[in-house]
């Protein structure tokens, strides 16, 4: 590789003017989680991102509201996540509780998502194989049994 050379060019890059861009000043409020209510009614103008939906559309206000964490309602959707870690741990009968673990899995997906239809329809998905995981690993052992005593 003797004699072998390389030559960077020189690139000349222009010097570009940004315009000053004007920012007008906003006056943001420190608000805690708890002081939204009163920040409301103390500025009726002033719209939170995270405020519930049925304060938004003002549609049964008497209505009990779910538990919130840092003001995002929760769904209520059965996920049956511990039941399928311990069907796959314990009774993994034709790989069902595999199968009950993703269904699981994908319920806790559409409960982030906040789609409750899909939710559910993953949830019983999930349970309906925990059961059948169950049932037929209790099956197996019975037969295994009877067969092991008969001999």
Same mark, same amino acid.
């Given at each position: 590789?003797e004699?072998?050379?390389?030559e960077?060019?020189?690139?000349?890059?222009?010097?570009? !003017?940004?315009?000053?861009?004007?920012?007008?000043?906003?006056?943001?409020?420190?608000?805690?989680i708890?002081?939204?209510?009163?920040? !409301?009614?103390?500025?009726?103008?002033m719209?939170?991102?995270? !405020?519930?939906?049925?304060?938004?559309?003002?549609r049964?206000?008497?209505?009990?509201?779910?538990?919130?964490?840092k003001?995002?309602r929760?769904?209520?959707?059965?996920?049956?996540?511990?039941?399928?870690?311990?069907?796959?741990?314990?009774?993994?009968?034709?790989?069902?509780?595999?199968?009950?673990?993703?269904?699981?899995?994908?319920?806790?997906?559409?409960?982030?998502?906040?789609?409750?239809?899909?939710?559910?329809?993953?949830?019983?998905?999930?349970?309906?194989?925990?059961?059948?995981?169950?049932?037929?690993?209790i099956?197996?052992?019975?037969?295994?049994?009877?067969?092991?005593?008969? !001999?």
């Amino acid at each position: 590789m003797e004699g072998f050379e390389f030559e960077i060019p020189n690139i000349e890059i222009p010097d570009i !003017e940004i315009p000053d861009i004007e920012i007008p000043d906003i006056e943001i409020p420190d608000i805690e989680i708890g002081e939204m209510e009163t920040a !409301e009614i103390e500025n009726p103008d002033m719209e939170f991102e995270t !405020e519930d939906r049925a304060r938004r559309t003002n549609r049964n206000a008497n209505r009990r509201v779910p538990q919130q964490v840092k003001g995002y309602r929760l769904v209520k959707v059965k996920d049956y996540i511990r039941c399928s870690v311990c069907t796959v741990t314990f009774c993994n009968f034709m790989f069902l509780g595999t199968s009950a673990l993703i269904c699981s899995l994908k319920a806790i997906h559409f409960k982030i998502r906040r789609d409750v239809s899909g939710g559910r329809i993953f949830g019983c998905c999930a349970l309906t194989a925990n059961i059948v995981a169950i049932i037929g690993t209790i099956i197996c052992i019975i037969v295994f049994a009877v067969i092991l005593v008969s !001999e």
